[in-house]
């Protein structure tokens, strides 16, 4: 018998052994078939199943990403269109004041001091346009003495290394006063002297500047610009007498450029509450006028400054001086008129101020100030020394109440040693925004 055979009858040997020995009820070979076929059916089921799931969470998956895209484009233009409306603000400041001499009760007065509408422009993180227009007096007309001029036109760029550079009309970083003059902002109801006789306030000009702040809080800046032009000095006005150089700035209408001038401030803010600081501006100011006596003549201002705030208390010191070169020749063909051109005039000031009362929706404090400003210090000829103007000495005394953020209600009475028919009380009411 050979092998093969044998081995056949082994294994049916053992199978039908197996169903013989099998008790009833056992699983046969048909039933284990029968299963395991089962088993691939419910397998290819599932399996059936699992991929109906996938194609459902597939699609699922897909308009759950639509309905997140939709959302976030809706989110985004939302946000751009709040910073288009946010990128362009408008703002404002005026002043109203009362004034009564107190020896001559009948020039009391009321007047509209200014009106002041600003507007700025964000074209984006880096780059901003700034205005602002002034309307003084009320009135404005050929018969009014009132007047409407644009006091500040120019773009500002911000620079990668975080420098500045801004060109166009701005006003010049001379003095405290001259760069953040609204009337929340000052003690007094009025503008102090030395602010508006010797630094005329507000004083712009046309040019380029570029500013930075160092790592020691030192905040710089410079710039090139129009300056003065001594071609429009009256000598017959009253005006250059009570401020120099506001009867011969040029404000930026058809300003004469023959000669430009530079200036320079530098402000140091690394101590809490302290402010000490610095400017100067110089440059020619004949504007090459033909036949004028004046054209080698130059103007130079400077000042020198300090604020200190801690708790109540906010003081306040500031000296300035200017000069005009080269007025000699001038004022000998002007012999007799009232108003030459002096060599020097400065002026400074103390004030000290302490808030008294303060509740979330009011402030109440008090200061006193003390100016010391000469228009007229000094001529370049002895023969004007009869021109020299003493030293004018006033003392303001008077009250600030803070209404929320934005409103000042002002009084203060001011006393002039020199003159006391100049003594006065002021109200004011004010508002910034």
Not at 73 to 78: F, G, R
Not at 377 to 402: C, H, M, R, W
Request: proline residues 3%.
């Amino acid at each position: 018998m050979n092998q093969t055979l044998k081995a056949a009858l082994f294994s049916a040997g053992i199978i039908a052994g197996i169903g013989f020995f099998a008790p009833a009820g056992a699983v046969t070979l048909d039933d284990l078939e029968k299963k395991l076929v089962q088993q691939e059916e419910e397998i290819k089921a599932l399996r059936d199943e699992l991929a109906q799931l996938k194609v459902a969470q597939t699609v699922q998956t897909q308009t759950i990403q639509q309905q997140t895209a939709v959302i976030e484009n809706t989110v985004n233009a939302n946000a751009e269109n709040r910073e288009a409306l946010s990128a362009t603000t408008v703002s404002s400041y005026g002043e109203i004041v009362y004034t009564r001499p107190l020896n001559s009760t009948k020039d009391t007065q009321v007047d509209v001091a200014r009106a002041v509408i600003a507007m700025s422009h964000r074209f984006d993180s880096q780059t901003k346009m700034v205005s602002e227009f002034e309307w003084e007096h009320a009135v404005t007309s050929d018969e009014d003495s009132g007047e409407s001029e644009v006091e500040q036109l120019y773009i500002e760029h911000l620079l990668d290394n975080g420098l500045r550079v801004k060109g166009g009309l701005f006003l010049m970083p001379v003095g405290l006063l001259n760069t953040s003059h609204e009337p929340t902002s000052y003690y007094g109801v009025k503008r102090n002297f030395v602010e508006t006789a010797i630094i005329p306030t507000t004083w712009r000009e046309v040019g380029v500047g570029i500013s930075g702040t160092t790592a020691n809080s030192l905040t710089w800046d410079a710039g090139l610009t129009t300056g003065f032009n001594l071609s429009k000095w009256d000598p017959t006005a009253q005006e250059g007498r009570d401020s120099p150089l506001a009867s011969v700035h040029q404000e930026g209408q058809l300003a004469r450029a023959s000669n430009l001038s530079v200036y320079g401030a530098l402000n140091w803010q690394d101590v809490p509450g302290l402010l000490l600081g610095a400017s100067i501006f110089t440059g020619q100011a004949g504007q090459n006028t033909p036949g004028s006596l004046l054209n080698e003549s130059s103007i130079t201002m400077f000042d020198v400054h300090g604020r200190y705030q801690a708790g109540n208390w906010d003081t306040t010191a500031l000296f300035a001086r200017g000069s005009i070169s080269h007025t000699a020749d001038y004022n000998a063909t002007i012999a007799g008129q009232p108003t030459p051109i002096p060599s020097s005039f400065e002026g400074g000031y103390v004030q000290v101020a302490y808030r008294i009362w303060k509740s979330p929706q009011y402030a109440l404090s008090t200061f006193v100030r003390a100016e010391r400003f000469n228009t007229a210090k000094t001529f370049s000829s002895e023969s004007f020394d009869s021109y020299i103007k003493p030293d004018t000495q006033v003392a303001t005394v008077g009250l600030n109440l803070k209404v929320g953020e934005g409103v000042v209600l002002k009084a203060d009475y001011q006393n002039f040693k020199n003159n006391s028919a100049e003594d006065r009380l002021n109200l004011g009411l004010g508002y910034s925004f």
